[in-house]
């Protein structure tokens, strides 16, 4: 079974500063891969996803992730954050071979100090 | 147009006591999703619905757990002799026909928080 692991549980930033939140899975098939986001009150939104093609993906707002097959990796990064990015964020998986469900890591809450 | 809704928003209940949650799907969506979210964690993968047919429910934490969607639209997680453990947010995902090795965005709705006492 798969599984998807984030190594940040919180973060804090300062305005303007980078942001880079990693995110590891655990398959050895295909895999899409997604970074969803949940801001305070909001409910959860697909920020990007990757499929297949060029491995280094953009998102709305800024972000971007980069798939690393050879490390099992899908970073999320941001070069310059701002207040409103606040909100946590969770990376995902669907393992092609295992049906249309999404396996989340557990999360990361990132807070942006103006 | 109109999101994934979910109601209650908001449940408590004693332990033991039977509830039912309810999710409405964005118009159209075949496919709709359970998943639970304790508290601090991700959500996990309950179940999985094409139309009204429940395709996968290796997700579902014991048999107190029941989700049906008889038409095929409005899905309903039923509960039953709630414990503390159950109290987590459950949220439901909807989206449109996507073809055998195909991908297409799940939307998710509010979810319900259970608190149970």
């Known amino acids: 079974a798969q599984s998807v692991s984030q190594h940040n549980h919180h973060v804090i930033l300062s305005e303007a500063a980078s942001l880079e939140l990693g995110c590891n899975y655990s398959y050895g098939g295909t895999v899409n891969l997604f970074w969803y986001v949940q801001y305070p009150g909001q409910h959860l939104q697909l920020l990007l996803k990757?499929?297949?093609?060029?491995?280094l993906v953009k998102g709305i707002k800024g972000f971007e992730a980069e798939f690393i097959k050879s490390k099992f990796s899908f970073n999320l990064r941001k070069p310059s954050v701002q207040w409103s990015d606040t909100a946590e964020y969770f990376c995902a998986v669907n393992a092609q071979a295992a049906g249309n469900k999404l396996t989340f890591g557990g999360g990361t809450r990132v807070l942006v100090k103006p | 147009g109109a999101g994934v809704s979910q109601s209650p928003r908001y449940k408590v209940a004693k332990r033991g006591q039977d509830v039912a949650l309810r999710c409405d799907p964005i118009s159209g969506h075949v496919s709709l999703f359970w998943y639970q979210q304790a508290l601090g964690q991700g959500p996990e993968f309950l179940t999985y619905?094409?139309?009204?047919?429940?395709?996968?429910k290796s997700g579902l934490p014991s048999d107190r757990f029941f989700a049906e969607r008889p038409e095929g639209s409005v899905s309903t997680l039923k509960i039953q002799r709630t414990q503390q453990e159950d109290s987590a947010v459950y949220l439901c995902a909807s989206t449109s026909f996507q073809l055998a090795g195909s991908y297409n965005e799940q939307f998710f709705g509010p979810g319900t928080r259970l608190t149970v006492l």
């Open positions: 619905f094409q139309n009204e047919a429940q395709l996968d």
């Open positions: 990757y499929f297949s093609g060029d491995p």
